[in-house]
């Protein structure tokens, strides 16, 4: 079956230190997205690529890094500067990036810093 | 900038009885517009969407219709179920001039509950 993955579903960090998220899709989309959701708020555009090997930063991508080797990965760096990580954060992706395509959502990562 | 305003939740319904979720959005250009649900702790799932005004979007029995003289995309269903709790989220994704990258800006989610 074709969908998006992600890992690990929790997770959690200490002050100071990088984790990264993973996601892989097998859809063979080109456009990749990663998003934060907070409680009772909406999403957040962290990043975004259209391509492989291109990125751009999304509305919050202070304290964020990504790569986009491979078609199919899209992986998130929460970094040490990112000040209030704990969150919901979600991946999805879209055949092409225009404004009518669908972007499908992965099951998400829950990020806690101890 | 693009914004989109849902109605204040939380909403609780009856089982069978109707359900309207207002959704008005603020957009430069000519968006698209979309409903996506999610149950608790998962993603985000794609319910409906309408790409141009006065397409109407539907399934699983729910609809909206692109209203560009409103700037509106309200969420409709006839008769809900238990099984349609979760969370809605009404978005827009801008085509700007031809230079889009298909980002979705969200309103902020209205949690519906259905009772038995």
């Known amino acids: 079956d074709g969908g998006i993955t992600q890992s690990p579903k929790y997770l959690f960090r200490k002050e100071g230190q990088n984790v990264t998220l993973s996601c892989e899709q097998n859809?063979?989309?080109?456009?990749m997205y990663w998003y934060r959701q907070d409680p009772g708020q909406g999403l957040r555009l962290i990043y975004y690529?259209?391509?492989?090997?291109?990125?751009q930063k999304g509305d919050i991508a202070e304290g964020y890094s990504v790569s986009r080797e491979k078609k199919e990965s899209f992986p998130l760096t929460v970094t040490s500067a990112q000040k209030n990580p704990t969150a919901f954060y979600l991946c999805a992706s879209s055949a092409g990036g225009s404004s009518t395509d669908t972007q499908y959502f992965g099951p998400g990562t829950r990020l806690t810093v101890l | 900038g693009d914004s989109v305003t849902q109605m204040e939740g939380p909403v609780t319904l009856s089982e069978e009885a109707f359900l309207t979720i207002n959704c008005t959005y603020t957009?430069?250009?000519?968006?698209?517009l979309f409903w996506y649900v999610q149950y608790p702790g998962e993603g985000l799932q794609l319910l409906l969407k309408a790409t141009k005004a006065d397409d109407k979007g539907s399934n699983k029995g729910f609809e909206a219709t692109y209203r560009k003289e409103t700037t509106s995309f309200h969420l409709e269903k006839g008769s809900v179920q238990v099984s349609d709790s979760a969370v809605y989220f009404c978005?827009?994704?801008?085509?700007?001039?031809?230079?889009?990258?298909?980002?979705?800006?969200f309103g902020q989610g209205t949690i519906l509950t259905v009772h038995p």
């Open positions: 978005a827009l994704s801008e085509n700007a001039g031809g230079t889009s990258y298909g980002k979705l800006t």
């Open positions: 859809l063979n989309h080109d456009a």
């Open positions: 690529s259209q391509i492989v090997n291109d990125f």
């Open positions: 957009a430069t250009g000519y968006p698209s």
